[in-house]
């Protein structure tokens, strides 16, 4: 082999032992480690923890807050955040069931009965992300205030319209996150297309980069002549469509709906994004980071059960996730200022 071949085959392994090292630190590599350390140890220990119905199950019921996470990282990309979304996806499930119910009540056919209690919640959580995204953008209020506002609105006016009734005798057919496909359920395909989708929106388009530029200075990226409303409302809204899905993906997974607001749902949201390498300064992260954190806390919770501890310990690990993200976040940043 001459020197030059010998130079270049030497350049071309550097360069990919660096780009091996970049992708090895990445969160979404040391959530997918974490995933496979865990189903390693929790399966030789149990191995009824690595049955497939069990997998499955997890999945399934977990898809949902994958989905929301997908909107809620959008929104603390730009450096903001939505407390509502626990209480919009409580709203707009109970809004999916009644038009179930009204709508099949009044004789039409049964595909238009179950499309309609589908799509009009989407709408809904559109409508919430844009009332949202209009206070923050236009209005200049700080995100943490609006959103805490609407959570109480949401949530207050559910339980006077819905009394915390459940809604029985849904359609046939309504139901579609218990279907599967290919062995696979419904919910999961929902979760790995729309993550997929997410990612390659948020890297290759326009709107997408901007959501990145304004949460990492938005003034700068005011400066070089983005419209940061726009942007802010574009991501409030694009946020309430995953909201909107989210909650049809929950309210479909059993043959009954409860007209109440999930006990602290909105912070699973958030701390699947978190967790799952957003930056809650803004301006870094991706949806597959948070998809791989919302899949790994669910699998920790039942991973303890497994194991024979008591699931309150989920709490704790979460936090110590949390803090251990939000630090390594911080170091990161003012390495990169030293720089």
């Not at 090292?21 to 690595?50: C, D, K, M, P």
Request: a positive charge; proline letters at 2%.
């Amino acid at each position: 082999m001459s020197a030059a071949a010998t130079a270049r085959a030497t350049t071309q392994g550097g360069r990919f032992l660096a780009a091996t090292r970049r992708l090895l630190g990445t969160q979404e590599a040391l959530l997918l480690i974490l995933l496979v350390v865990l189903f390693i140890g929790v399966g030789l220990n149990n191995n009824q923890f690595l049955a497939w119905n069990n997998v499955s199950d997890l999945f399934n019921v977990n898809a949902y807050i994958a989905v929301a996470a997908i909107g809620m990282s959008m929104i603390i990309i730009t450096g903001n955040i939505d407390i509502s979304v626990g209480a919009a996806i409580g709203v707009l499930v109970t809004l999916s069931g009644y038009v179930a119910l009204g709508l099949d009540d009044a004789g039409l056919p049964l595909p238009i009965v179950n499309i309609a209690a589908w799509v009009v919640p989407v709408f809904g959580g559109m409508l919430i992300g844009a009332i949202n995204g209009f206070f923050v953008a236009y209005l200049r209020i700080p995100a943490i205030v609006v959103t805490l506002g609407t959570f109480s609105i949401l949530k207050g006016g559910l339980i006077l319209v819905a009394g915390g009734n459940t809604l029985y005798d849904l359609p046939e057919g309504y139901s579609i996150a218990m279907d599967d496909l290919a062995g696979i359920p419904i919910a999961v395909w929902i979760m790995i297309v729309l993550t997929v989708v997410a990612f390659l929106w948020m890297r290759y388009s326009r709107t997408g980069r901007s959501q990145y530029a304004v949460g990492g200075n938005s003034e700068a990226a005011r400066l070089s002549g983005l419209d940061t409303r726009r942007v802010l409302m574009t991501t409030f809204i694009l946020s309430g469509v995953f909201t909107g899905i989210a909650a049809v993906m929950y309210a479909t997974q059993f043959q009954t709906i409860q007209a109440v607001v999930t006990p602290g749902l909105e912070l699973q949201v958030i701390t699947a994004s978190v967790v799952g390498g957003v930056s809650i300064l803004g301006g870094v992260g991706t949806v597959i980071g948070s998809t791989l954190a919302a899949i790994l806390i669910r699998f920790i919770g039942s991973a303890l059960v497994f194991v024979n501890i008591s699931p309150f310990w989920v709490k704790a690990i979460l936090g110590v996730l949390i803090l251990v993200t939000v630090l390594s976040d911080v170091v990161r940043r003012r390495r990169q200022e030293r720089q």
